[in-house]
C-alpha cells in the first residue's frame, strides 16, 4: 500500500514538473528588438525646392521597403530603353543568381521551422536476436535459442519550446531569409540602374561620335579645297601639311570613340544577358534629359532603401540568435515514443495481444539540464552578442552610406545644371568664333592656324556639353537608385523572384529597335 502512494506520489511530482515546464514552452530568452537610434538629418542640404506637381510624381504610394520598386525607368520616356529594362530582368544571370539565394534562404526557413513540430515516422521490419542465459535467469552454461521479432510502430520525436530554444532559431532564419528578399531588390535595382546607365554611356558616346564625324567631313572638304588651292599656286605646302594633320587627328579620334562605344555596347550585352557577339546596338546620339526627381525626406531612406532593410534584417536575425544562445543554460525537454506491434511470428504481429508502446527516450533522459560544459555556453552568448554589434555598426554605416550617396548625386544634378548653362553659353561663343575666323580667313586677315584653333576649341566644347548631358542623364539615375527606386510598381517580391529564376534568357536578336 504505502509503495502503491510512493509510486503515485512520484507519479504526480513528475506530472506537476511537466506541467510547469509546458508552461515555460514558448517563453523566449532573446532580448526584446529596437531599432538602433541613427541621426538622421531633417532634410538634405543638397535638395533643391520642387513644386508640388514634380513631387506627387514620386509620392504615388508611401514609402515601405516591402513594396517592389516599380518601372522608374518610364520617366525617361523611352522606348528602347524600356524594352532593355524588361530583357534584362528576364535574362540578367545576377538577378538568377540573386533568386535562386533567396530561394535557399526561404527553404532553410521551412527547415528551421519544422523543429516547431514533431517528427513522425512509421517502421516495418524483423530483428534477429539470442538472449543471454543471464537475461533469461538460466545458468551460465544454459543453451538460448535465437528468435525473430518482428515490428511495426509508429515514432514519435518532438522538443518542446523550452525558453524559446526552437522558436528562436526558426525566427532568425524568417529573418535570414527577408534579408535575402531584400537583397534580391536590391541587386534587382542596381541591375535596373546599371542598365539605364551603360544605355545613356553609349548614346553620349553617339553623341560624340556624329560631332567627330561632322568634323571630319568638314576637314575632308577643307582638305580638298587645300589641295587645288595648293595646285593653283594660292597656298604653301605648310597650309597644305596642317589640313592633313587636322583630318588624320580628327579621324584618329573618331576611332578612339568608336572603341569605347564598342566597349560600353559588349557591357550592355552582359547586364542583357546577351553574348556581345549577339547584340548590335544602333546608333542614337544622346540629347538633353529634361528629368526632376524629388530625393524626399532623409528618414525615408530607412524604409526605402532595400539595402538598409537588409542590414536591419540582418541585426533582427543576430538579436533571436542571441536568444538562442542563451537558451543552453536552461532544460532541455525531448518527448519521444513509439507505438506498435511486436511479435515473434508475423502471422501474429497486427493482433491485439502484440500491441507495445514504450513513452520516453531510448538513451539519455527525457529532462536535461547542463551543468558544465567549460565555457561553452558563455562563448556562445558572447559570440552573439559580438554578432549583434557588428551588424549594428553595418546598418548605421550602410544608412550613412545612403545619406552620402544622395547628397552626392543631389550635388552633382544642381552644379551640373549652372554648367550646362554656362557651357551653352561656351558653345555658342566658341561656333560664332569658329565661324568669324573662318570669314576672316577667307578675306585674307588671319592665317590658317588661327581657322584650326577656332574650330579645335568650338569642336572641344561641344564634346564637353556632350559629356555633361551625359553626365547629368547617368545622375538622374544614380539618385533614383540611392534613394531606393519609384514607388508606381508595386508587384510582389515573390514574383518577381520567381520570374528571374525560371524565365529562360530571351532568344538574341541582330539588333535593337531605336526609338524614332
Known amino acids: 500500500m504505502n509503495s502503491n502512494k510512493s509510486s503515485l506520489g512520484s507519479f504526480g511530482l513528475a506530472t506537476g514538473l511537466l506541467a510547469a515546464l509546458l508552461v515555460l514552452a514558448g517563453c523566449s530568452v532573446a532580448p526584446t528588438y529596437q531599432r538602433p537610434d541613427v541621426t538622421a538629418p531633417a532634410a538634405f542640404k543638397e535638395a533643391p525646392k520642387l513644386d508640388a506637381e514634380a513631387e506627387a510624381k514620386w509620392k504615388q504610394a508611401q514609402p515601405a521597403e516591402e513594396i517592389a520598386r516599380g518601372e522608374w525607368w518610364k520617366i525617361f520616356n523611352d522606348e528602347t530603353l524600356n524594352k532593355l529594362e524588361v530583357e534584362a530582368l528576364q535574362a540578367n544571370q545576377d538577378l538568377r543568381a540573386a533568386a535562386a539565394r533567396l530561394g535557399q534562404a526561404r527553404a532553410l526557413e521551412k527547415s528551421a521551422r519544422a523543429g516547431l513540430f514533431p517528427q513522425v ?12 542465459p543471464a537475461s533469461q535467469g538460466l545458468p551460465p552454461n544454459a543453451d538460448t535459442d535465437p528468435f525473430t521479432l518482428w515490428r511495426g510502430q509508429a515514432t514519435v520525436a518532438y522538443e518542446v519550446d523550452l525558453f524559446g530554444r526552437v522558436s528562436t532559431v526558426a525566427n532568425a532564419a524568417r529573418f535570414d531569409a527577408e534579408q535575402n528578399a531584400a ?10 540602374a546599371d542598365v539605364a546607365q551603360a544605355y545613356f554611356m553609349i548614346r553620349e558616346l553617339d553623341a560624340a561620335q556624329a560631332l567627330y564625324a561632322d568634323t571630319v567631313k568638314l576637314r575632308k572638304e577643307t582638305l580638298n579645297l587645300f589641295q587645288r588651292r595648293y595646285d593653283a599656286g594660292d597656298v604653301s605646302e605648310l597650309d597644305l601639311a596642317r589640313a592633313k594633320t587636322e583630318l588624320a587627328a580628327a579621324e584618329s579620334q573618331s576611332l578612339g570613340i568608336a572603341r569605347q562605344r564598342a566597349v560600353a555596347e559588349h557591357a550592355l550585352a552582359i547586364l542583357l544577358g546577351r553574348a556581345p557577339a549577339d547584340f548590335s546596338f544602333p546608333q542614337q546620339p544622346l540629347t538633353r534629359l529634361a528629368v526632376t526627381v524629388p530625393a524626399g525626406l532623409p528618414s525615408d531612406l530607412l524604409e526605402r532603401r532595400p539595402d538598409i532593410a537588409a542590414a536591419e534584417r540582418a541585426m533582427m536575425a543576430a538579436n533571436e540568435r542571441i536568444g538562442s544562445a542563451k537558451s543552453a543554460y536552461f532544460p532541455r525537454l525531448s518527448l519521444t515514443g513509439s507505438f506498435g506491434y511486436e511479435s515473434n511470428d508475423l502471422s501474429n504481429l497486427f493482433k491485439t495481444a502484440s500491441q507495445t508502446f514504450v513513452f520516453g527516450p531510448l538513451i539519455g533522459g527525457m529532462l536535461s539540464v547542463p551543468l558544465f560544459d567549460g565555457g561553452a555556453r558563455a562563448a556562445g552568448v558572447d559570440r552573439a552578442n559580438a554578432r549583434w554589434e557588428e551588424d549594428v555598426a553595418n546598418y548605421r554605416g550602410t544608412v550613412l552610406r545612403a545619406f552620402k550617396e544622395v547628397e552626392d548625386n543631389l550635388a552633382n544634378l544642381r552644379l551640373l545644371d549652372e554648367q550646362n548653362k554656362a557651357q551653352d553659353t561656351a558653345v555658342g561663343s566658341a ?17 590658317y592656324l588661327s581657322v584650326i584653333d577656332a574650330d579645335r576649341s568650338a569642336l572641344q566644347q561641344q564634346l564637353v556639353a556632350v559629356t555633361l548631358d551625359g553626365e547629368r542623364a547617368r545622375s538622374v539615375v544614380s539618385l533614383i537608385r540611392a534613394i531606393g527606386g519609384g514607388w508606381e510598381g508595386r508587384q510582389a517580391v515573390d514574383q518577381q523572384a520567381n520570374s528571374a529564376s525560371s524565365q529562360a534568357p530571351a532568344a538574341p536578336t541582330a539588333k535593337v529597335a531605336s526609338n524614332p
Do not use: D, H, K
Request: positive net charge; hydrophobic residues 40%; glycine residues 10%.
Open 183 to 192: 537583397l534580391f531588390q536590391s541587386t534587382m535595382l542596381a541591375l535596373q
Open 121 to 132: 515516422g512509421v517502421g516495418f521490419g524483423p530483428t534477429r536476436q539470442l538472449p543471454s
Open 431 to 447: 561656333n560664332r568664333a569658329a565661324r568669324i575666323s573662318r570669314v576672316q580667313y577667307r578675306e585674307g586677315a588671319v592665317s
